[in-house]
Nanobody, 124 residues
Framework: VQLQASGGGLVQAGGSLRLSCAASGRTFSSYGMGWFRQTPGKEREFVAH????????YYADSVKGRFIISRDNAKKTVYLQMNSLKPEDTAVYYC??????????????????WGQGTLVTVSS
């Protein structure tokens, strides 16, 4: 499956953005999907994960209560609704797919397909 992330941009603190990740391929609905983010000089970190059915969702503590991950398997798209944005949310955001739940959902090594990243900048 190939992934294309979009929706990044510049927003003021307290504002909202919605990221989208469009997938190609017939097996999208069988993949768990995750969002990660990375800032310069730091390791890429887990943001959120949604299982193939949408039945289970997980968030990093830093975004819990502010971000919402969702998916539409008919549209082969996963979303990340980001509310109450903070300057520390500034990062390049990546979507990723994994076919197997063998690794912990926040473990990047478990994801086999990655999008190109979309930049989110939150001004104070």
């Amino acid at each position: 499956v190939q992934l294309q992330a979009s929706g990044g941009g510049l927003v003021q603190a307290g504002g909202s953005l919605r990221l989208s990740c469009a997938a190609s391929g017939r097996t999208f609905s069988s993949y768990g999907m995750g969002w990660f983010r990375q800032t310069p000089g730091k390791e890429r970190e887990f943001v959120a994960h949604i299982t193939w059915s949408g039945g289970s969702i997980y968030y990093a503590d830093s975004v819990k209560g502010r971000f919402i991950i969702s998916r539409d398997n008919a549209k082969k798209t996963v979303y990340l609704q980001m509310n109450s944005l903070k300057p520390e949310d500034t990062a390049v955001y990546y979507c990723a797919a994994r076919a197997s739940p063998a690794r912990y959902y926040s473990d990047q090594q478990g994801y086999t397909n990655w999008g190109q990243g979309t930049l989110v900048t939150v001004s104070s």
